[in-house]
């Protein structure tokens, strides 16, 4: 039987990073058996679900790469799979005719209790401090006068006849074996009087018409299975096989809340991360790879190497600084031009002209920050200054690189080296620096500094040479002629102020 499995979520504004964990796992171990991974809308909360929120989720999934082979139409894109339609909208019909079915078949009842006595019962519970359970009165009514009143128009919901002794086992591919006294289950409502399905019979009846053989989610599911499980056996169809999974825990080990930044999986794409990174990152937040204490894994390492044996039972806290470590790993992964093609859109949002240089030119330039860069959005401060004159030096660098004895002899060494390079290469450059920087018995540190202040602004950036051949011998000799000059205003400043 091949595998097919399910990502069900409620579109109500955006992909969730818990969310996306869930989708992740499913699709993973879809794609690891060579199955099938199918997007269902539980869309059936009218009043939260806006064609906005779908559109703004799989934007969501698509950013990370998460394709399904069975979905609903949504933005132009057609519905695609034989199992639709998927949105659990559109199959209301399908479930009330499932309700009805069990009706039929005894195994289901109609309830005519009205809300008043439901609630009256449910406040006398608590009032007793003693939990809820219906006490089944409907289920004594002969079949005759069940269907009498339900001809005649009374109003009325469908419960399921549950076993009410025993126990309900879940075998869960994650947490084990885990068993639930059946009685803690009353007969629940399946179906409203108003011919509304009741969560519980959506997912089951779905599930079931989609042929879903695994159901991979959170663990706050874990409670509504042994009613999944009963429904299954009621309408005869096949129990899937559960993992229930812990959620994602924000960095104090709290619930990933809906408001904090993160949570909507596109804040990261916003804040310079990669697809890649936080695919690899949620995965190693639920899943233990067989070789130890590796972390690093491509897209297609992870559907190569992925075991749902290996699903985690215990939840892992969100670690920044892991995750900032395994972003820069995947964009030292990147080859130069995807990480050109990646950078050019934030460097135009960030008001620089990346179009006014040739395709090669960003490469290179791409290429010079990569070994450096924690994010994407960081590459800004890395290369602004090929785009911008300098104005202004930061201020404690100046003091330590410009306002030195020194400063002078070394911001003109530099200079000299700059003019001196033959051919413009790298290479050359770091010859002519060491050279000059050995002439004027200056250690190369101290002309490398300077001239980094002078040609950037910044203490920081991409290596010197590099940026040098990039910035092209005019500007950097221009530059360095108005650092050198500065310093020596500098220098002239403290002789006064010594004397
Ligand atoms: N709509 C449910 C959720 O978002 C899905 C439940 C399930 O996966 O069965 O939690």
Request: charged share 30%.
């Amino acid at each position: 039987m091949s595998v097919r499995c399910r990502i069900a979520p409620s579109p109500s504004g955006f992909l969730h990073i818990g969310t996306a964990k869930m989708a992740l796992f499913n699709w993973l171990f879809a794609r690891s058996q060579g199955g099938v991974f199918i997007l269902r809308l539980e869309d059936t909360d009218a009043e939260r679900t806006d064609e906005a929120y779908v559109e703004a989720m799989c934007e969501g999934f698509r950013w990370l790469g998460i394709d399904w082979d069975e979905g609903p139409a949504f933005g132009g894109v057609p519905e695609k799979g034989a199992y639709g339609p998927y949105r659990q909208s559109l199959r209301r019909e399908a479930h009330r005719r499932e309700a009805f079915r069990l009706l039929e078949e005894g195994k289901a009842y109609p309830c005519f209790c009205t809300k008043e006595e439901l609630d009256a019962e449910r406040e006398r519970a608590a009032a007793e401090k003693r939990p809820y359970r219906y006490n089944g009165r409907c289920r004594e009514i002969p079949p005759d006068e069940a269907r009498r009143r339900m001809d005649s128009g009374e109003p009325f919901s469908i419960r399921l006849k549950t076993p009410g002794e025993g126990e309900t086992v879940v075998r869960d591919l994650v947490q084990g074996d885990v068993r639930f006294d059946n009685r803690e289950f009353d007969d629940f409502i399946i179906l409203r009087p108003n011919g509304d399905p009741i969560f519980h019979l959506a997912v089951v009846a779905d599930d079931a018409h989609m042929k879903i053989t695994h159901v991979i989610r959170g663990d706050d599911h874990l409670t509504n299975t042994p009613r999944h499980i009963m429904l299954f056996e009621a309408l005869g169809y096949p129990v899937p096989q559960f993992a229930h999974l812990p959620m994602v825990l924000d960095e104090t080990g709290k619930k990933y809340s809906k408001r904090m930044h993160g949570a909507n999986v596109l804040d990261w794409r916003d804040a310079g991360y990669l697809p890649e990174a936080i695919i690899n990152y949620v995965v190693m937040l639920g899943w233990t790879p067989e070789e130890e204490g590796r972390e690093f894994f491509t897209r297609e390492e992870l559907v190569r190497l992925f075991t749902i044996h290996r699903l985690n039972k215990s939840p892992a806290r969100f670690d920044r600084a892991r995750l900032d470590w395994l972003n820069g790993q995947h964009i030292r992964r990147l080859s130069p031009e995807d990480l050109r093609d990646r950078v050019l859109p934030i460097l135009r949002a960030a008001g620089l002209d990346p179009d006014s240089r040739s395709p090669e030119w960003l490469t290179e330039m791409a290429a010079i920050c990569q070994e450096k860069i924690p994010t994407l959005n960081h590459i800004v401060g890395y290369v602004d200054f090929f785009f911008r004159d300098i104005t202004g030096y930061d201020e404690k660098a100046a003091r330590k690189f410009f306002a030195q004895p020194d400063s002078p002899a070394w911001l003109e060494a530099a200079l000299r080296a700059v003019s001196a390079a033959e051919p413009w290469t790298v290479d050359a450059l770091k010859e002519r620096f060491q050279a000059e920087a050995e002439a004027i018995g200056a250690k190369i540190g101290s002309v490398v500094n300077a001239a980094r202040l002078a040609l950037t602004g910044k203490p920081v950036g991409p290596g010197l040479y590099e940026l040098t051949k990039l910035l092209g011998r005019e500007t950097a000799q221009e530059r360095l002629r108005q650092a050198a000059a500065y310093a020596r205003q500098l220098a002239a400043a403290a002789d006064k102020g010594d004397g």
